[in-house]
């Protein structure tokens, strides 16, 4: 007996790992220019999460990591990736909004992809491609 996915679902779901992937990237590449070029980024005000540029790079980077392999496990199909992927996403927004004052705009859009994936993943994540 075969079970009947909806495409909405799915194509919602695959979303969720594709922007999972995206953003771990992004995360990536904005850790690494913070690693090999601290004074890329310019301070704006001081606020209270204010951590050395290079310090925040690897924090990027390694979380960016970590969201990468989450969303390629999600769009596998892993059960359990779903948890980790909502786990890093929300995870990803806090390290994203503690960074706003080093890129303000950059930031709120990388949290409103991961507030998009937190609803994806929980909403329709069981109709995955399998």
Do not use: K, N
Not at 30 to 58: K, M, N, P, R
Not at 97 to 109: G, H, I, R, T
Request: proline fraction near 2%; glycine fraction near 10%.
């Amino acid at each position: 007996m075969s079970e009947h996915r909806s495409g909405f679902a799915v194509g919602v779901t695959v979303f969720a790992a594709t922007m999972l992937m995206v953003t771990g990237a992004f995360q990536v590449m904005q850790g690494l220019v913070a690693i090999f070029d601290d004074t890329f980024y310019v301070v704006g005000q001081e606020w209270i999460f204010s951590f050395d540029v290079t310090t925040w790079g690897w924090i990027h980077t390694i979380v960016g990591v970590v969201v990468v392999l989450a969303g390629i496990f999600v769009l596998g199909g892993a059960v359990w990736a779903r948890t980790v992927g909502v786990i890093v996403a929300c995870v990803s927004a806090v390290v994203t909004f503690a960074w706003l004052p080093y890129y303000p705009v950059w930031s709120v859009v990388i949290i409103a992809i991961d507030v998009l994936v937190v609803w994806a993943l929980t909403v329709h994540g069981r109709d995955v491609l399998s």
